[in-house]
């Protein structure tokens, strides 16, 4: 069995920053990607940052430049530092990993989600 836990959601203001963190833990042999998703009221849930093992990133255009993912593999962690918040960044944001376990070579697992509300 495999965990993942988000903190650091929030209120803030237009403009100020947040950072998300997630935390894996389980039955967990290696970890081969992370990322962070989010799904706005009446969306559907969209690919915000992730990171692979080996430390590449990639980002929704959206993001870019505002937005850093990463990762702490000895801590099976991944951060996602948010910079110059919008209004259009409020959402529930999601951790997301893919893991090699005991059951599987490639399993993905999902946090409960953390709500980060920007105020315009």
């Known amino acids: 069995q495999v965990r993942l836990m988000e903190s650091g959601g929030g209120l803030v203001q237009t403009g100020e920053s947040l950072t998300l963190s997630c935390v894996a833990s389980g039955s967990i042999l290696s970890i081969n990607s992370m990322a962070w998703y989010r799904q706005a009221p009446g969306k559907g849930r969209e690919l915000v940052a992730g990171?692979?093992?080996?430390?590449?990133?990639s980002y929704a255009d959206s993001v870019k430049g505002r937005f850093t993912i990463s990762r702490d593999n000895a801590k099976n962690m991944v951060y996602l530092q948010m910079n110059s918040l919008k209004p259009e960044d409020t959402a529930v944001y999601y951790c997301n990993a893919n893991v090699r376990s005991r059951v599987s070579l490639s399993g993905d697992y999902w946090g409960q989600g953390t709500q980060v509300t920007v105020s315009s």
């Open positions: 990171i692979i093992s080996g430390g590449s990133t």
